[in-house]
């Protein structure tokens, strides 16, 4: 009986001491861990009030992507130019890109870059002014009808000098890719004036693992003086050493009202 209880005893210090060492070995990685949150907080907390929920940090990955670069020829055009109706039209070319004008437009389509740029000359205009949201239909309904696109993207919509710019950007390996985006300039009457779309092919180069946004945050450039009320944030593709890369784009205001946007690069290569 006294052995039984004796062996008991035992067993219980045991156990107590495995969990008191285990609760010492926990503490300094705890501990770093406070410093370094403590560390990027320092960092931009007295440049950028965050005005959005931090996120919990999550191990992530991103993928890298090269724009596959072709060379568009002349016997090629055809199909961008015929939705356009100036396929009569007389072709000017050199040595960086094609260029087609008729009755006012203008449609120059890149040799070495797949990018198209449309212009509308004319002078024609309606009446009645336009809002955002009927801007961005028209917006979409010329992409439907006029470009090689692809599906899904996400829309961007902000006045520009010339109007409404409605910015699309097809969704890449679940992220908006940025950095080579269709733009589209609708006057205040509902006119298409300028067009800029890009059309590359991409190439999958590998993955790297993403950084946490409060690393992001402490990445941020500080300027004395200025202090920046950040609303909150997205994870895009930016273009990066001839590459697309994951980024971390912030935007938010200014002190006087002065919009801010900046991007961070995501990915850990080390």
């Not at 950028?48 to 055009?77: C, D, W």
């Not at 002078?123 to 010329?142: H, N, P, Y």
Request: with cysteine; aromatic share 14%; hydrophobic share 40%.
């Amino acid at each position: 009986m006294r052995k039984s209880f004796y062996y008991g005893v035992g067993i219980f210090c045991l156990v107590a001491s495995a969990m008191i060492l285990l609760n010492t070995s926990i503490m300094p990685f705890n501990l770093a861990n406070n410093l370094s949150q403590a560390k990027y907080d320092s960092a931009y907390k007295d440049y950028y009030h965050i005005g959005f929920p931090m996120p919990k940090n999550s191990l992530r990955q991103g993928t890298v992507y090269l724009p596959a670069y072709s060379e568009n020829e002349r016997e090629e055009l055809w199909d961008i130019i015929v939705p356009f109706a100036m396929s009569d039209a007389e072709i000017v070319e050199n040595d960086e890109y094609f260029e087609v004008a008729a009755d006012g437009e203008m449609l120059r389509i890149y040799r070495y870059l797949d990018l198209l740029e449309y212009e509308n000359l004319r002078g024609d205009r309606a009446t009645e002014l336009i809002s955002q949201d009927e801007a961005q239909k028209v917006a979409e309904e010329f992409l439907e009808e006029f470009l090689p696109r692809k599906k899904p993207y996400d829309v961007m919509v902000w006045r520009g000098d010339g109007g409404w710019v409605v910015r699309f950007a097809e969704r890449l390996g679940g992220l908006a890719n940025i950095a080579f985006p269709t733009e589209i300039t609708v006057d205040a009457h509902g006119n298409i004036i300028q067009v800029s779309h890009y059309f590359f092919e991409y190439e999958a180069l590998g993955t790297a693992d993403v950084i946490t946004v409060r690393a992001a945050l402490a990445q941020l450039p500080r300027i004395e003086g200025r202090r920046v009320h950040l609303k909150g944030y997205e994870m895009a593709y930016g273009f990066e050493d001839s590459v697309l890369v994951p980024v971390y784009r912030f935007y938010g205001k200014c002190a006087g009202g002065v919009e801010f946007e900046e991007t961070v690069p995501a990915l850990r290569f080390n």
